[in-house]
């Protein structure tokens, strides 16, 4: 996926899309789930990107997906929660490998955000003055980092985003704890404890090894998006 940058072709098409995106002279984003399999590409086009990742309960994460792409007749009889917790392993690692030497960036837990908006993007926006400069209503800057708790005033720019954040729509709730979960493996455990602890984005210590797939995992989860795309368009 990195070499693809190099290829003149693929390289102006992103570069006049990131141009593109740039022409208003703000910051923007993009939210693409995909990126955990093109970030390598992305890298070489967008040289310092600032990163938000999001982190939420595995195993919820895992029945959302089930949820929203299995056939509802199909539901009660194909269970493919096993498959979506192996595939956000493959894909948590992947980005977390990618994104470790970059500067600005940050984890918000997905929990934490729905529990308490304004907390959290008061995290969100102390990252992004770190990266842009500060916004011009922001109160004096205090010593805190972008990983500390919200300050007591907010400004109208955090409860313009906290105000944003639906507590209904999180629908996909397990009734079992991570640990209780047959399906869910020890090192999809560690990676999600590891990643809780690392809310402020310092991936120094990250060591891909220690949350490897089982050997067949890259094959099968090969293979299933294939047999997705065939299942989805045939």
């Given at each position: 996926m990195r070499q693809l940058a190099a290829a003149q072709e693929l390289r102006e098409q992103a570069l006049a899309l990131v141009s593109s995106m740039e022409s208003g002279g703000r910051p923007w984003l993009w939210k693409e789930p995909a990126f955990a399999y093109t970030l390598p590409f992305w890298r070489q086009i967008c040289a310092a990107?600032?990163?938000?990742?999001?982190?939420?309960?595995?195993?919820?994460?895992?029945?959302?997906?089930?949820?929203?792409?299995?056939?509802?007749?199909?539901?009660?009889?194909?269970?493919?929660?096993?498959?979506?917790?192996?595939?956000?392993?493959?894909?948590?690692?992947?980005?977390?490998?990618?994104?470790?030497?970059?500067?600005?960036?940050?984890?918000?837990?997905?929990?934490?955000?729905?529990?308490?908006?304004?907390?959290?993007?008061?995290?969100?926006?102390?990252?992004?003055?770190?990266?842009?400069?500060?916004?011009?209503?922001?109160?004096?800057?205090?010593?805190?980092?972008?990983?500390?708790?919200?300050?007591?005033?907010?400004?109208?720019?955090?409860?313009?985003?906290a105000a944003a954040v639906e507590a209904r729509l999180r629908r996909n709730v397990s009734s079992l704890a991570l640990g209780e979960c047959a399906e869910v493996s020890r090192e999809q455990r560690d990676l999600y404890a590891y990643l809780a602890?690392?809310?402020?984005?310092?991936?120094?210590?990250?060591?891909?090894?220690?949350?490897?797939?089982?050997?067949?995992g890259p094959e099968y989860l090969a293979n299933m998006r294939v047999f997705r795309w065939l299942f989805t368009n045939l």
């Open positions: 990107p600032t990163v938000l990742l999001t982190l939420r309960n595995p195993l919820d994460s895992a029945l959302s997906y089930e949820k929203f792409l299995m056939p509802e007749a199909l539901r009660e009889r194909v269970r493919m929660v096993a498959h979506f917790l192996l595939r956000w392993q493959q894909f948590m690692t992947w980005v977390l490998t990618e994104i470790r030497d970059l500067e600005h960036k940050m984890v918000v837990s997905y929990e934490a955000l729905v529990a308490a908006p304004g907390e959290q993007c008061a995290r969100l926006c102390r990252c992004l003055d770190a990266a842009y400069g500060p916004r011009p209503d922001a109160p004096a800057a205090d010593d805190a980092g972008p990983g500390a708790p919200a300050p007591a005033g907010e400004t109208a720019k955090v409860h313009h985003m602890t690392h809310l402020d984005g310092d991936f120094g210590d990250f060591e891909p090894a220690r949350f490897a797939l089982p050997a067949c």
